[in-house]
């Protein structure tokens, strides 16, 4: 069966740096796009990043451009998301998705997930 398993997670200050890896199993991977979300305590999954199958089209939502980075690594079937200049607002418990629909911001266009990470940011 699929399965996503995200890691990389931690706590960190305002500021630094994290990269959260998610390693698939069970698809073909090259063949899926994949994205980032985020759902912190009280509110709604967000959209975060994706990328497109080759890795040639990303997508970022606008609060996190030029701060976070998605990429894939086909041959190791894992997708990572590098994250700098982190803010508290980035806290929340990050999710790893696949589907074969492109790379767009939303949830119903991934069904494949992982279990999450957490991600912590003190001010």
């Known amino acids: 069966q699929v399965q996503l398993v995200e890691s990389g997670g931690g706590l960190v200050q305002a500021g630094g740096s994290l990269r959260l890896s998610c390693a698939a199993s069970?698809?073909?991977?090259?063949?899926?796009?994949m994205g980032w979300f985020r759902q912190a305590p009280g509110k709604e999954r967000e959209f975060v990043a994706a990328?497109?199958?080759?890795?040639?089209?990303?997508n970022y939502v606008d609060s996190v451009k030029g701060r976070f980075t998605i990429s894939r690594d086909n041959a190791k079937k894992t997708v990572y998301l590098q994250m700098n200049r982190l803010e508290p607002a980035d806290t929340a418990v990050y999710y790893c998705?696949?589907?074969?629909?492109?790379?767009?911001?939303?949830?119903?266009?991934?069904?494949?997930w992982g279990q999450g990470t957490q991600v912590t940011v003190s001010s």
């Open positions: 998705a696949a589907g074969l629909k492109g790379a767009g911001s939303s949830s119903g266009l991934y069904n494949n």
């Open positions: 990328i497109s199958w080759s890795g040639s089209f990303t």
């Open positions: 069970g698809l073909t991977f090259s063949a899926y796009s």
